[in-house]
């Protein structure tokens, strides 16, 4: 079966980048019938918030994506520790004993030689009796795993054939001296034991691979199958930051825009796709691939959001839109007939509000031409009214004053609903009813 995971630290709020990696997870295991795991990598006991994870869940729930399971590092530590005890009896991971400055000026000195900062492996060579004597100082060490220095391969669903040199690499460091984690070994053992099978994920982890390869290997496993796919980039090639808050979900969410719009444009730019409306998430999902991703930085235009939410609310079916509907009191036999009418005019979903307003409360209606509009009373078709009510109605106005084209039409939009522009009036007039109309034609507030 297929599994994937979703693996956000709740040290802040989610961004647009964030969500193309959920989303490309979640459609591509939901394309294979699989799992969609989401696992807050918060074994940083300091900087994660219970609110963060809990805005995360909001989030993703609000762009339509439901993890299969949630889980939480920070409850894992016993899978962690054993695992770290076995590298170490294996001679895979090794204490070091050089502060940050120290490596920093190594690191200077190899790059005024000419060298690549790695680190020189120095650590190997200390004694029981050096380590000691450290020790005795206060010093405590860190954990660096041993890399094989090899050649490690593997065929990149986006990126294709991809190999790394591991000897180019320093060996990464996996425990500090406080005795805390970083990300990569608690991802490789929780990967390992929740037979994650597919890890997809941005390009910036790409030098990260060959490292966790090699550990999946030293810890008896073999690696899920990886595709790196290009970063969310603003239109000048800056990344996304979350703690910035910029483009964060939330936010988004905040100024009305619609949760499809956001998808559309996470998943589809930087792909072979054109960014368009859609109407689900598994409209979404048919036919995008990994191969069908870029090589190149993925740059999108902020300001294409808000045109993208309001045609994609013009797309959504009435069905999908029932419970949001009704949530502001718009629902009954009117209700999608409603939607119908007024959806193509919207910019945001609360645009509906004002428009029920006009259907079913009270308006001062806006009167140009009263001998014309007393002629429109005249002239109001028995009901009942369908789709066709206003065709017939305005035939025969045309008819009897030879009025046409805005002369015709105009004076009826504003005195019916008291605005200059609006959805067609064919389908409004049925929903406003003849009682409501007449009295508005005539003046009466209605």
């Known amino acids: 079966?297929?599994?994937?995971?979703?693996?956000?630290?709740?040290?802040?709020?989610?961004?647009?980048?964030?969500?193309?990696?959920?989303?490309?997870?979640?459609?591509?295991?939901?394309?294979?019938?699989?799992?969609?795991?989401?696992?807050?990598?918060?074994?940083?006991?300091?900087?994660?918030?219970?609110?963060?994870?809990?805005?995360?869940?909001?989030?993703?729930a609000w762009l339509g994506v439901k993890p299969d399971l949630v889980l939480r590092q920070s409850q894992r530590f016993a899978l962690y520790h054993e695992a770290a005890e076995r590298l170490r009896?294996?001679?895979?991971?090794?204490?070091?004993?050089?502060?940050?400055?120290?490596?920093?000026?190594?690191?200077?000195?190899?790059?005024?030689?000419?060298?690549?900062?790695?680190?020189?492996?120095?650590?190997?060579?200390?004694?029981?009796?050096?380590?000691?004597?450290?020790?005795?100082?206060?010093?405590?060490p860190?954990?660096?795993?041993?890399?094989?220095?090899?050649?490690?391969?593997?065929?990149?669903?986006?990126?294709?054939?991809?190999h790394i040199d591991s000897a180019s690499l320093s060996d990464p460091v996996l425990l500090r001296e406080d005795g805390s984690y970083l990300y990569t070994l608690p991802s490789v053992v929780d990967d390992l034991d929740q037979k994650i099978t597919h890890v997809i994920r941005g390009e910036d982890h790409v030098t990260n691979t060959a490292v966790?390869?090699?550990?999946?290997?030293?810890?008896?496993?073999?690696?899920?199958?990886?595709?790196?796919?290009?970063?969310?980039?603003?239109?000048?090639?800056?990344?996304?930051?979350k703690r910035s808050g910029a483009l964060s979900i939330g936010g988004l969410r905040d100024q009305d825009i619609e949760s499809l719009a956001v998808a559309a444009l996470a998943v589809l730019t930087g792909t072979s796709h054109a960014v368009h409306a859609v109407t689900s998430l598994e409209e979404l999902g048919k036919d995008l691939e990994p191969s069908h991703i870029s090589r190149t930085p993925a740059k999108f235009d902020p300001a294409e959001l808000a045109g993208?939410?309001?045609?994609?609310?013009?797309?959504?079916?009435?069905?999908t839109v029932r419970d949001r509907l009704a949530a502001h009191d718009i629902l009954g036999y009117k209700a999608e007939a409603f939607?119908?009418?007024?959806?193509?005019?919207?910019?945001?979903?609360?645009?509906?509000?004002?428009?029920?307003?006009?259907?079913?409360?009270?308006?001062?209606?806006?009167?140009?031409?009263?001998?014309?509009?007393?002629?429109?009373?005249?002239?109001?078709?028995?009901?009942?009214?369908?789709?066709?009510?206003?065709?017939?109605?305005?035939?025969?106005?045309?008819?009897?004053?030879?009025?046409?084209?805005?002369?015709?039409?105009?004076?009826l939009r504003l005195a019916l609903t008291g605005r200059e522009q609006g959805p067609e009036l064919a389908g409004l007039l049925p929903l406003i009813g003849k009682l409501k109309a007449s009295a508005r034609l005539s003046g009466r507030a209605a």
Not at 96 to 107: S, V
Not at 383 to 410: I, Q, Y
Request: charged share 30%; glycine share 6%; aromatic share 10%.
């Open 142 to 162: 860190h954990w660096r795993f041993l890399l094989e220095h090899r050649t490690v391969h593997w065929n990149d669903l986006v990126r294709g054939e991809s």
């Open 89 to 140: 009896a294996a001679g895979r991971l090794y204490p070091c004993y050089e502060t940050a400055d120290e490596l920093d000026r190594k690191r200077k000195r190899q790059q005024a030689k000419g060298q690549p900062p790695v680190y020189d492996r120095a650590a190997l060579a200390l004694t029981p009796d050096d380590r000691a004597a450290l020790e005795a100082q206060g010093r405590k």
């Open 308 to 319: 993208l939410s309001a045609r994609t609310l013009h797309a959504l079916p009435f069905e």
């Open 1 to 60: 079966m297929t599994i994937v995971r979703f693996a956000p630290s709740p040290t802040g709020r989610i961004h647009l980048g964030n969500a193309r990696t959920a989303l490309l997870n979640y459609l591509f295991t939901k394309a294979h019938n699989g799992l969609f795991l989401l696992r807050f990598d918060d074994t940083d006991l300091e900087r994660s918030k219970e609110e963060y994870a809990l805005d995360i869940e909001v989030d993703l």
């Open 212 to 241: 966790q390869i090699e550990l999946f290997e030293a810890l008896g496993g073999t690696a899920p199958v990886f595709a790196h796919h290009n970063l969310l980039v603003s239109e000048s090639g800056e990344g996304l930051s």
């Open 339 to 411: 939607w119908l009418a007024v959806r193509g005019n919207l910019s945001t979903f609360l645009d509906v509000v004002t428009w029920w307003r006009i259907i079913e409360g009270e308006i001062e209606p806006v009167r140009e031409d009263l001998d014309y509009l007393e002629e429109a009373g005249r002239a109001l078709p028995e009901e009942p009214w369908d789709e066709n009510a206003w065709a017939a109605w305005t035939e025969v106005l045309k008819s009897r004053t030879g009025r046409k084209g805005r002369a015709l039409f105009h004076p």
